[in-house]
């Protein structure tokens, strides 16, 4: 699985790529046809609190999964964008089986 971190309009540090990495690579163990995760990160507003805009979008054969969440933290919203393709990774593999 290959994993992308994106920083737009400021310089990710080494721990919070260490974070997403870390988080990110237990999306493995919900599918093996994982190719690659785009994490894009964005700072909107610079001066107002709920400014921190996280998208990650997981990729598939045949189909791409998106997750997108605005918070105070990075860290929160990688952890809140996670919980929702963890569940949207239940439904595909859900799916798959019925087919």
Do not use: W
């Not at 045949?62 to 990774?89: M, P, W």
């Amino acid at each position: 699985m290959d994993i992308n971190i994106q920083a737009i309009h400021f310089e990710a540090s080494e721990k919070l790529q260490d974070f997403i990495v870390k988080k990110t690579t237990k999306l493995g163990k919900f599918s093996d046809e994982i190719r690659k995760v785009e994490v894009s990160l964005k700072v909107v507003k610079p001066e107002t609190a709920m400014n921190k805009e996280t998208q990650i979008i997981v990729n598939l054969p045949g189909k791409d999964l998106i997750a997108q969440e605005i918070c105070d933290t990075f860290e929160e919203g990688v952890d809140k964008t996670l919980d929702s393709l963890t569940r949207q990774l239940s439904k595909y593999k859900e799916k798959q089986k019925n087919r």
